[in-house]
């Protein structure tokens, strides 16, 4: 398996602008992640689903950031309108449920710079 | 209060050198404990679970002291290959959602030479 495949691996945007980034889950995960990491904050959970189904949004910094994942092997996360203060790596992870130590397995991001 | 709180670090030590990293957690409900390695510009990979009895991996040692809410990593004899941030995980507890990933900021370790 090739593992978590996010694209863009690298985004430079003007303010203002709207920003897609996409992430494949490791095929037959059921959880999948969305993580924002900075110098200051460390990795923050944004969102994460199971089954494709939300579970717990309360990651996300604000109404300009919005995630779907409307199949099995595919999620985005959008920020409309990007900020200065959203220029960060952004981080998928996919897990599969039923191990009680089951390990989450990162892409290799994409970072973000919006200028 | 973050929920994982962690040595603020960096960490600078020699080679052979045996350093040890703590890590805080504030849900007493948590189920699982991890901690994941880091390499500069590099996504977080899992080093080792950490499991209420203690567990070693070489030169590693994860200690979990559920009644402080406290989790430790020993690496012994470190090597510059384990300059890194070692991130403290803890999941669970969360509605049922065992599966919810929280991580600390991380711990720089930088071996010298």
């Known amino acids: 398996d090739a593992g978590v495949i996010q694209s863009p691996r690298h985004e430079v945007t003007e303010m203002g602008q709207e920003v897609t980034l996409r992430c494949k889950p490791i095929?037959?995960?059921?959880?999948l992640f969305w993580y924002r990491q900075t110098m200051m904050r460390g990795l923050e959970l944004l969102i994460y689903f199971n089954n494709n189904v939300p579970i717990d949004d309360s990651g996300m910094p604000e109404d300009r950031f919005s995630a779907k994942m409307p199949n099995a092997s595919f999620s985005t996360l959008k920020i409309q309108p990007s900020e200065p203060r959203d220029s960060a790596v952004y981080f998928c992870?996919?897990?599969?449920?039923?191990?009680?130590?089951?390990?989450?397995?990162f892409g290799q991001g994409t970072r973000l710079t919006v200028v | 209060r973050k929920e994982v709180e962690q040595d603020p670090g960096p960490f600078n030590v020699p080679e052979g050198a045996t350093v040890a990293f703590n890590c805080t957690y504030s849900?007493?409900?948590?189920?699982?404990f991890f901690w994941y390695r880091q390499d500069c510009r590099k996504e977080p990979k899992l080093l080792m679970s950490v499991y209420s009895s203690g567990n070693e991996d070489g030169r590693f040692t994860a200690q979990l002291n559920r009644a402080s809410q406290y989790i430790s990593l020993l690496i012994r004899d470190s090597k510059l290959s384990d300059s890194a941030t070692y991130l403290c995980v803890v999941t669970g507890a969360y509605g049922g959602a065992t599966n919810k990933l929280i991580f600390g900021t991380g711990t720089l370790l930088a071996v010298q030479p």
């Open positions: 849900n007493s409900a948590s189920q699982s």
């Open positions: 992870a996919s897990s599969l449920r039923g191990r009680r130590d089951t390990e989450a397995f």
């Open positions: 095929s037959g995960h059921d959880y």
